[in-house]
């Protein structure tokens, strides 16, 4: 079982910085292959934005690219997402997920991006003025 657990959402005015932080609580080793950042615009799918392997392979979505920067801590389990220069777009709810797939997957699979995947409660950000 994986346990993800998302923070660092909040309100922002557009041209502002957020980070996101998830949590990967598990009890032992788990094969998922990309830890990603998934977006969902109120009224709108849930998209992935950013995803990473263990080993440090990336994809952003071209949406963000530029903006946002996906990192994370494999010695504090952790996963980062690095929001700048954000846009009223870009509010939504933002999800944490554990995905069997590459990152390409994850950012450009609009029919099944994360299989078999592992979710975070997710957290909210807002841009507005």
């Known amino acids: 079982q994986v346990q993800l657990v998302e923070s660092g959402g909040g309100s922002v005015q557009p041209g502002g910085s957020l980070r996101l932080a998830c949590e990967q609580r598990?009890?032992?080793?788990?094969?998922?292959?990309?830890i990603a950042w998934f977006r969902q615009a109120p009224g709108k799918e849930r998209q992935g934005i950013a995803a990473i392997t263990s080993s440090g392979q990336t994809a952003v979505a071209d949406s963000v690219k530029g903006r946002f920067t996906i990192s994370q801590d494999n010695a504090k389990n952790t996963l980062y997402l690095q929001m700048n220069s954000l846009k009223p777009e870009d509010t939504g709810m933002y999800y944490c997920a554990a995905c069997f797939g590459p990152p390409a997957r994850v950012v450009y699979d609009d029919y099944d991006p994360c299989p078999s995947g592992y979710w975070g409660q997710g957290t909210q950000v807002t841009v507005s003025s």
């Open positions: 598990r009890q032992r080793t788990y094969p998922y292959y990309s």
